[in-house]
């Protein structure tokens, strides 16, 4: 069997749509977006995972006996600290991370708000000649 099919009129000048600078300008930055908002969606699942791990940690020290210290990670080195204080610096830490996935899912929205208004235009203009679409 052959792969040829027979164009109607409409979808003949569709693929007949010419690409100017302008529009290659959109579809790079289209590009560049798309890279950025996997790298960004990448960043938050870490951080997300991270904040989980330091709920866990939090759940852990409340059943610890308060009067043996624990040993604390600072840096690359463990300390041994009263089991109050290491509570404070995981939810310090908790507090910190909050702020970045706030910071993160901001971006994310903004770099999906960018895409979109790229991909609405790129749509106006070649229609089903260009896929924009994740697989």
Not at 8 to 14: L, P, R, T
Not at 19 to 39: R, Y
Not at 66 to 86: C, L, M, Q, T
Request: hydrophobic residues 35%; glycine residues 2%.
């Amino acid at each position: 069997m052959s792969n040829i099919r027979v164009l109607n009129q409409k979808a003949e000048n569709d693929a007949d749509v010419e690409v100017s600078w302008g529009d290659q300008k959109k579809i790079n930055e289209f590009s560049k977006l798309n890279a950025k908002i996997d790298d960004l969606e990448e960043q938050y699942a870490k951080l997300k995972q991270e904040k989980e791990y330091l709920d866990d940690v939090a759940m852990e020290l409340e059943l610890a006996d308060e009067d043996e210290p624990i040993r604390h990670k600072i840096g690359d080195a463990f300390v041994h600290v009263p089991v109050s204080e290491a509570l404070e610096r995981v939810a310090k830490d908790g507090e910190t991370l909050d702020l970045r996935l706030e910071t993160l899912k901001s971006d994310i929205d903004s770099v999906q708000a960018k895409m979109s208004d790229l991909k609405k235009d790129l749509y106006a203009k070649f229609g089903n000649s260009i896929n924009l679409e994740k697989d």
